[in-house]
Structures are given as structure tokens and as C-alpha cells.
């Protein structure tokens, strides 16, 4: 593997990690379509400062940019507070108009400088090992690496620090608030982050699909676990995940690395939420299944039951009259009768079924419910 | 001469207001210490808000209110809050045990994680309420009774003196409900002061000593035998009311 090409997926897994972190508290808030408002606001942040730092990785590129993602939480929420608008519309409202700025602010002052429109949408990890770090001559490695890693390590920071506090002020934020625990901060600080990472990403990677960094990795992760710590590790390996198997994907094809990415945020999700082992859809079809036939084995042992050792029960509990006595479809009765001849539930003698213990006190059991 | 006594909760000239439109109006209201209150009135009459007034959770608009002589944000420790069952996410990734030690964050403050000693005092708690068996289930698969239950417990290892609860028999079944009314009356028979938001008039007599009637306006507040009279439910329910006193 070239050296390029090893730089590439390194800088891929930091931010991808870098982005699910605070992802995860986003989804958990239902808060993922701000960070696709922060990511588009963010840009005439980031066109003004460039002008001011002629760079695009300078750290006062980074604040400037950061100080608008957070200023555009502030404008959504207060244009929710007059309860004129609704949040959706609040966001919908919100990023579109900072973003036409910044387009506007391009395409007027920028046309001759590298700043262009793809880049700022897709991102370009191709180019991302170009723009090294170099101290006293001294070649360091590529420089959003090292923005990244900063980030990363901001993000962990925060929430190993503050892990107590976000999962309160997450999950109960009037309970985090009558403790003393100023979720408004908390609240705030978390949103800080997420402009961070989002401006740390965004060269690399691109307004899109930084919310396919923030928003996948999570969501898949939420369906595999009930415990906030695990949600955390698993959102993170499943970007690395992403981050790399796009990679090849994007080599394999010859197509973008962030759109390919992005596709295997996709598939990933796709792939666990159809087979999660407890909220993934085929096992949720299957304990329906499940369900549908041991409620009416259920049905039949108390059929079984209310006529046992009766004049009539001879007729009731002949197999043959089964579907006609409990209305079922004839096929359906004969599967149900062979579910519950498997589970021992009944006993055929002839034509005749007939209870067996364990079926009389399931029957029993359901009845006294 | 009257000696003046120390409250438990005192409020006094407390207007809250949304915009322009008064939720509580001028409400007084004095809770002496080791009682067992509840508060009632139809829905919107701010039963709710009154609560999150005294926790310091909404901004009233004039007025004070005093936890034993000092103000919520002296009292925090002192103060124990249950919720309403539905102000929270119950698909949040975490178990009862979890939830149940978030009533120590106050305590623990900032930074601090909980520890092998908050670990036991949410058991304790569990057990007191009759959850002790569910301690590693997700929340999500509680039945509406058993969420009632943990956040109940939640309080309990909070330890505190005063206890505020948005209606905690809300959509449980007769056995919770008798199970949390027996907790209730065992908290102020060790002197703990609790104030409950409730709704079914039929109960108030044998589940609570004091009441408070409530409809904008503090219609009247006292022990039980002397202020849950007809003509005080009339003026609270404006005629509207179903019950009749035998």
C-alpha cells in the first residue's frame, strides 16, 4: 500500500470517529438534521475568515466557522421560541439562507482562489495528503490529520469528562436542571463541538457527507445495543468500518471517496437494520411470527379444554371439524394442529385430539390471565 | 403573641405568566414540614407549573418561593423531584439501575462518576419500591406502573426532605398505585414533606392529610377535613365537578 493511500483511510477513520462521537448524543436527542443545518451555515464562516487567514486550515478558520454553526443553533431555536415556526421549518429556514451567502460570497470575491463549490459540497480525501505539515523543514504528515486528531481528541475529552452530565441532560433535561446541572450549558457545549467537528470535516470531506459521518454510525449503532457506553464504541467502529471499506469501494470503482463512503454508511445501516439481533426487521418479523402461532395454539388448547370430558367434545376435537368449529382457514388450522403436535401440547388418537398435561395447564395458565 | 414556624415550602405572591396569559395567578401556599399534600384542580390549571415553579424550572413572572426559609438554588440537595412519566425518552439506551442512580448526580456534582456506594443506595431503592428483580432491563421494556416505579426510586436514593411529584399514579395499575401510596405515607411518617400533583378526586381523602385546590388562582389549602368541602370543589371545578361528597 502506497504511503498516500494508508494517509488517506487514517484521515477517513479519524473524522469518521470524530464525527460519530457527538453524533451519537444527536440522534439521541433527535437533533441530526441540525447537523446538517451547521454544516451548510458554517460556510459564509468559513469564506469570511478565509479571506481574513488566506487558509483553509488556519485554527481561526476553524473559530470563525465553529462561532457561526453555533450562532445558527441560536437562530433556529430562537425563531422556534415565537412558536410562529415549527422546528423543521425553523432549520429549513435557517441554513439555506446562511448557506446562499456563502455561495454568494464565492462566487462574487472567490472565483480565483481554492474555494470551489465541489469541494466545498463533497469534500476531497483524494487531496488531503497534499497539504502537509512541515516544522523546521521537518515533513509531519498531512495537515487534517492533525486537525482531526485535535479535534478527536477534544470530542473524547468532552465526553469522557462530561459523560455524566450529557447522558442526564440527554435522557431527562428538567431532572439534569433541578440538579444544578445547567443543561442550557450543557446543551451549548455539546453544540460547539458538533460546529467544531463539522468545520474540521468539512475540508475533507464535505458538507453532505459529514452528516452521513454524523447521523449514520449512530443510528446503526442504536439498533445493536441498550447501554449509552457501548452506542458510543460501536458508533465508532462502525465508521471506521465505513470509512474504510468506502475507501476501497472509491479505489475499486474509481469514483469519489466521500460519495463512496457515504454509500457504505448506507449499506452498513441497511445491513443492521434488517438483521440486528432484537430490533433488526427479520427478527422483529420473526417474533411476530412466533407470536401469531403460539396465540393460536393458545386458541386451541382452550377450545380443547372448555369441551373436555363433555358430551359434545367428541365433535369439537375431531381434527377434521377443527377449522369449521374456530372459523379458520382450513390450511391454517392444519399447520396450527401440527405446531401444537410438535410443542406436545396435544396428542392425536384417531381422528381425535386430545390434551396432554402440559397443554391443559397452558390452557389453565392463559385463561387465568 | 403567634410563634412564626419554620415551612416546609413557602410561596408566596407567585404569578407565572406565558406571554400575556396568567397560569397562576397571586398563589400562596404554605406547606408546613411532615405533611402529605396533594394538589388538584381540572386540567390546565397549573398544577404542573406551579411544581416547576418551586424547582426553579420556569421564571415566574412576580413572587418567591422558600424551601425551609431559603431559596431552590440554596435547597437543591433537600429536593426531590419525580417527574411526569412521559417528559422522557424511555428508548433511551440505559437500564433501570442507571436511571435510578441519575438521583445521585446532585449529590456527586460535577465530573465525579457514581461509584460502587451509589450502585447499592439505587438497590436499596429498587427494593423499596419492589423492582429490585429488574435491575439490568432496558427501560424501554417497563410497563407504564414499572417506569412509574423507577422514577420513584430515583427520589428515594435523592434522600431528600421535601419531595415534589407530577402525577405519579398516572396510567399505573391498582397495585402500583396502592404500593406508591403506601411509600408516600411512609416518607412523611419520617417526616419527609410531600406535595403530589393529583387527579382522581375519589382518592384524595384516604391517600393524602393536606390539599391544596387550585385553578389559576389558589381557590384553598389545608388539612384534608377541613378544606375538601363541596363548595370549595364547586368553586374549583365551576360546577363541572362529578363527585359528590357523601
Known amino acids: 500500500m502506497l504511503q498516500a493511500q494508508l494517509e488517506i483511510q487514517l484521515i477517513a477513520i479519524v473524522t469518521a470517529v470524530a464525527c460519530a462521537l457527538p453524533g451519537v448524543y444527536l440522534v439521541l436527542r433527535r437533533m441530526t438534521l441540525m447537523s446538517d443545518a451547521i454544516s451548510h451555515a458554517i460556510l459564509p464562516g468559513i469564506v469570511l475568515a478565509f479571506f481574513l487567514t488566506e487558509s483553509l486550515s488556519s485554527p481561526l478558520l476553524i473559530l470563525a466557522a465553529a462561532g457561526t454553526g453555533v450562532l445558527t443553533v441560536v437562530f433556529v431555536e430562537l425563531l422556534q421560541r415565537t412558536k410562529l415556526v415549527k422546528a423543521d421549518a425553523a432549520i429549513g429556514l435557517t441554513f439555506p439562507a446562511l448557506f446562499s451567502i456563502g455561495v454568494i460570497l464565492i462566487s462574487r470575491f472567490a472565483g480565483n482562489v481554492h474555494l470551489d463549490m465541489d469541494a466545498v459540497l463533497l469534500g476531497e480525501l483524494a487531496y488531503a495528503p497534499l497539504n502537509r505539515l512541515t516544522v523546521f523543514g521537518y515533513n509531519l504528515g498531512p495537515v487534517s490529520l492533525y486537525v482531526m486528531g485535535g479535534i478527536l481528541m477534544l470530542s473524547l475529552g468532552f465526553i469522557l469528562l462530561f459523560y455524566k452530565e450529557l447522558k442526564l441532560a440527554t435522557f431527562d433535561a428538567s431532572l439534569a436542571a433541578t440538579l444544578g446541572f445547567a443543561p442550557v450549558l450543557i ?183 | 403573641m403567634q410563634v412564626l414556624e419554620t415551612k416546609a415550602i413557602e410561596v408566596t405572591d407567585l404569578t407565572v405568566a406565558y406571554q400575556d396569559k396568567p397560569v397562576l395567578w397571586d398563589i400562596d401556599l404554605d406547606v408546613p414540614p411532615g405533611v402529605l399534600l ?73 465530573i465525579r462518576r457514581p461509584g460502587r456506594q451509589e450502585r447499592e443506595q439505587a438497590m436499596y431503592a429498587l427494593e423499596k419500591v419492589g423492582m429490585e428483580a429488574y435491575t439490568t432491563r432496558q427501560i424501554s421494556q417497563l410497563s407504564g406502573g414499572q417506569q412509574q416505579r423507577v422514577f420513584l426510586a430515583r427520589a428515594l436514593v435523592q434522600d431528600a426532605t421535601v419531595y415534589l411529584m407530577d402525577e405519579p399514579f398516572q396510567g399505573v395499575d391498582a397495585t402500583t398505585e396502592r404500593a406508591i401510596v403506601t411509600l408516600l405515607q411512609e416518607l412523611r411518617a419520617n417526616g419527609k414533606t410531600v406535595v403530589v400533583v393529583h387527579h382522581d378526586l375519589q382518592t384524595v381523602e384516604d391517600y393524602f392529610d393536606w390539599v391544596m385546590l387550585l385553578n389559576i388562582r389558589r381557590i384553598a389549602s389545608g388539612p384534608v377535613a377541613e378544606i375538601f368541602t363541596p363548595e370549595n370543589l364547586r368553586e374549583t371545578y365551576g360546577g363541572r365537578v362529578a363527585f359528590m361528597k357523601e
Not at chain 1, 223 to 249: E, F, P
Not at chain 1, 269 to 281: D, H
Not at chain 1, 348 to 357: A, F, H, K, M, P
Open chain 2, 38 to 110: 396533594s394538589i388538584v384542580g381540572p386540567n390546565g390549571a397549573g398544577k404542573t407549573t406551579l411544581i416547576k415553579a418551586i424547582l426553579g424550572l420556569v421564571r415566574p413572572a412576580a413572587g418567591n418561593v422558600l424551601i425551609y426559609d431559603k431559596p431552590y438554588e440554596m435547597q437543591r440537595r433537600i429536593v426531590g423531584y419525580v417527574p411526569q412519566r412521559g417528559t422522557v425518552d424511555w428508548d433511551f439506551p440505559t437500564n433501570v439501575l442507571d436511571v435510578v442512580m441519575m438521583g445521585r448526580y446532585g449529590a456527586l456534582g460535577w
Open chain 1, 187 to 369: 446543551h451549548y457545549g455539546l453544540m460547539t463541538l458538533v460546529s467544531v467537528t463539522i468545520v474540521g470535516a468539512f475540508d475533507a470531506v464535505g458538507s453532505i457527507l459529514v452528516v452521513a459521518l454524523i447521523a449514520g454510525p449512530p443510528a446503526t449503532a442504536y439498533l445493536m445495543t441498550d447501554r449509552l457506553s457501548r452506542m458510543l464504541i460501536l458508533s465508532a467502529v462502525i465508521g471506521s468500518v465505513n470509512a474504510v471499506s468506502g475507501y476501497w469501494l472509491a479505489h475499486l470503482f474509481d469514483v469519489s471517496i466521500a460519495g463512496a463512503i457515504a454509500t457504505m454508511t448506507l449499506l452498513v445501516f441497511g445491513l443492521i437494520f434488517l438483521c440486528a439481533p432484537n430490533r433488526g426487521l427479520i427478527a422483529i418479523a420473526r417474533r411476530h411470527a412466533r407470536q401469531r402461532w403460539e396465540f393460536a395454539q393458545t386458541m386451541l388448547v382452550i377450545h380443547l379444554l372448555n369441551h373436555e370430558g363433555l358430551p359434545e367434545a367428541e365433535e369439537e376435537s375431531a381434527i377434521a371439524n377443527l377449522h369449521e368449529h374456530l372459523s379458520w382457514d382450513p390450511t391454517f388450522a392444519h399447520q396450527v394442529v401440527r405446531y401444537a403436535l410438535n410443542n406436545r401440547c396435544v396428542l392425536q388418537e384417531e381422528t381425535q385430539l386430545v390434551l396432554t398435561e402440559q397443554g391443559r395447564s397452558m390452557a389453565r395458565q392463559a385463561l387465568v390471565q
